[in-house]
């Protein structure tokens, strides 16, 4: 990433400053990304709504903050986590990019979510913004660990060669889903990550309807399937219907996307596959 793009999207992140390399500054810059970026895939459906000739929108992680600066829109785990790497990497923290799995009935196993690990003084911790911890994770082997950040706790559990993280999403606070790490994709490289995101136009969730979660330090607000879902800081969970012209309203004054951006989404596809 420029120096130049680097700043202004550490201006946009609120940090007046560039973060310490240390891990105040990493869990500074992490829980800025949290409130400030949403888990989303809005650039995608658009490009499915479009002539599929270019690459997926926003695997180029300077096309990614381009698009988050000028329209609000985040991605899903492949653009998000590539973003978050090199934004880690410019800001001079030691970062690598790993692959797991996310344990899903019906979904193909193996790579499925790409993350991020970042190295301070020998010691591993999670800098996966998609799990919304809005703090880095411990990953030390044999020890289990919790940021206890509330309604945005994450927590690993360690399993043979590895850890599982335990999260919870927007829409679901009944189940935690599951991250398995995989060490055989510890580390992996920029081109295994556009690999793995363009795999995804054949097979995902995230292709047919909207989807977009914003987590911010006191609640966390959710769009799907025709419903706005919230979550309050004492984990009571809520669910509205909304209209398409209520969808445009929410998404341009609750989710911050730009005008230009909500007017290009398409409409969903009916019976498309969703994450819930």
């Known amino acids: 990433m420029a120096p130049a793009l680097v700043e202004r999207v550490l201006a946009k992140l609120g940090l007046g400053v560039w973060p ?3 891990l105040a500054g990493l869990n ?3 829980a800025a990304c949290c409130g400030a970026i949403s888990f989303d895939n809005v650039q995608k459906r658009i490009w499915f ?9 926003g695997g180029d992680p300077t096309e990614f903050f381009e698009n988050w600066l000028r329209h609000g829109t985040g991605g899903t785990c492949w653009p998000f986590n590539g973003a978050m790497y090199a934004l880690a990497r410019a800001a001079g923290f030691d970062d690598r990019r790993i692959t797991g799995s996310v344990i899903v009935e019906g979904y193909p196993q193996g790579a499925n979510h790409g993350s991020v690990l970042v190295t301070l003084e020998g010691r591993d911790y999670l800098f ?11 990953l030390a082997p044999g020890q289990a660990a919790s940021t206890g950040q509330g309604i945005h706790d994450i927590r690993a559990v360690p399993v043979p060669d590895g850890f599982e993280i335990l999260w919870y999403a927007g829409h679901n606070r009944e189940e935690p889903l599951r991250f ?3 060490p055989q994709h510890d580390p992996v490289d920029h081109a295994f990550f556009l690999a793995r995101y363009d795999r995804t136009k054949k097979v995902g969730f995230f292709n047919d309807t909207l989807y977009i979660c914003c987590r911010f ?3 966390i607000l959710t769009l799907g399937r025709g419903n706005k879902m919230t979550v309050a800081p004492d984990g009571t969970f809520t669910k509205t219907e909304v209209t398409a012209a209520g969808r445009k309203t929410a998404l341009i004054e609750e989710f911050g996307l730009s ?5 290009a989404l398409p409409p969903d596809v009916p019976g498309g596959a969703v994450p819930f």
């Open 180 to 182: 398995r790490t995989e």
């Open 259 to 263: 005008e230009q951006i909500v007017e």
């Open 28 to 30: 500074a810059l992490l």
């Open 217 to 219: 330090p006191d609640r």
């Open 49 to 57: 709504a479009g002539d599929q000739t270019r690459p997926l929108t």
């Open 128 to 138: 996966d913004a998609n799990f919304g911890a809005f703090e880095v994770l411990l």
């Open 20 to 22: 310490s390399p240390d």
